[in-house]
């Protein structure tokens, strides 16, 4: 009998184990793949994942691995170009956009560490249940029998196709259509930094990572999926030339190094987050479109909240649920305003953007904390500062 069984071992899920364990329970963490495995991703964690990942005693490890720091951004759109960076969090400022094959192993390392017992290549069939209660996951070992265990508490960090919310009956609460599609690959040979372009209808983003290689990814409107997923190269190196032309110069100076990833399947919503003797992480609870690169570090942050909240309240039925009322009260507050964020950015509209943004050229302070709405080192209630609207009603 497990205190906590974690299903899912890459961003939400390796953290929610290792944070229990570190306050004393008895924790096994099951993931489908076995590591070092990639997948579909953004890369990019935020000031305040960074943070996190320092106060977990995690962030050497990542810089080891040899994933290249960030210390500078810019936003170029039709009449503007911003450049700056977010302010720190607990004093750091630099960023990362790891690999996934290098990132997962990490957390999931830290994870066992700490006591957690980590099982790979098991497959997760079914919740066990006691009336409406869930008290334990069946599921496919490696060698291909089939294995019951049971916990007080069964966490889903199983990513947006959830065996745990489909089981448990885990709603949407909030739903959208789906926004962009996005295709990406790696390139040698191409400078950057944390780059950011938008036209109407696309937007690029371009992020160095691991072995010094350069992530380069395009959004188109969900509405083109249909017709560039047939042609996927030519639209992608189209939307380069025309969107970014300086960056398609480094490009042709380059040289893709992997195949062309991608997926039309962005989902926008958040889950009823808890029910009796389950809870849902990560993109399990809450995904949307992937353009402002944010589910990385709001996987850390709902380990970290989780975990929190439920501290030694565990084996106590009352205090257990309103500790996961209050996690699920905490996804409505900065997480909501990320996800709406996302959501206006995802319209691939500049027009707006672009009008506020170009009465903070010259204004370095503004433009900073502008960036730092996106890492959350400044809420969007603080950014609208007296200072600011003042400049704004003037320019």
Known sequence: MYDVIVIGARCAGSPTAMLFARQGYRVLLLEKARFPQDTLSS??????GVALLHRWGLLDRLREAGCRPITRQSYEAPGVRIEGFSLPIDGLRTTYAPRRYVLDPILADGAVAAGVEFRESCAVNDLVFEG?????????????????????LVVGADGMRSLVARKAGARNVIEHP????????????????????????????????NDDLTLLMTYFPQADFGEIRTAVEPAYLEAFRTTAPELWERMRAGRREEQLYGTGHQENYF???????????????????SITARGITE???QAQSLTDRIGERLHDDDALRAALRRYE???????????????????????????????????QEHIDRYFSTLSGACSIDDFYNDELLTLLDQS
């Open 178 to 209: 789906r926004m962009t599609c996005t295709y990406y690959s790696y390139w040698s040979g191409v400078p950057a930094h944390f780059e950011l372009y938008e036209r109407p209808g696309r937007w690029i983003g371009v992020l160095p990572t």
């Open 43 to 48: 890369h990019y964690i935020h000031q305040q």
């Open 271 to 289: 889950r009823k987050a808890y029910g009796p003797g389950w809870v849902l992480v990560g993109d399990a609870v809450n995904h949307k479109d």
């Open 329 to 363: 009260n905490d996804l409505g507050g900065e997480a909501l305003n990320h996800y709406q964020g996302a959501l206006n950015v995802a319209e691939l509209k500049p027009e707006g953007r672009t009008d506020m943004l170009r009465k903070l050229v010259g204004h």
């Open 132 to 152: 409406d209660r869930v008290v334990g996951v069946r599921y496919t070992t490696p060698g291909g029998t089939e294995a019951t265990d049971r916990a007080r």
């Open 299 to 301: 996987a850390f942050v």
